[in-house]
């Protein structure tokens, strides 16, 4: 199981919230108009950013 990030529901134009939830520091963003991207070598699937997204951009997936 993973975490990615639905590009559709991600309106990407600020700094991503979820970054400062995240207990593994998984989640990074190149600048605030970017995709911010799960590094699945370092997420542990607890499923804060999911909570704690606004706009429930996080999604777990079976990838």
Do not use: W
């Not at 991207?37 to 909570?51: A, F, H, N, P, R």
């Amino acid at each position: 199981m993973k975490i990615r990030v639905n590009k559709d529901r991600c309106p990407q134009n600020h700094k991503c919230p979820a970054i400062s939830v995240c207990p593994k520091n998984a989640i990074s963003q190149e600048n605030p108009f970017s995709l911010p991207v799960v590094d699945s070598s370092k997420c542990i699937v607890c499923g804060k950013c999911m909570m704690y997204c606004p706009k429930k951009a996080f999604e777990k997936t079976d990838d």
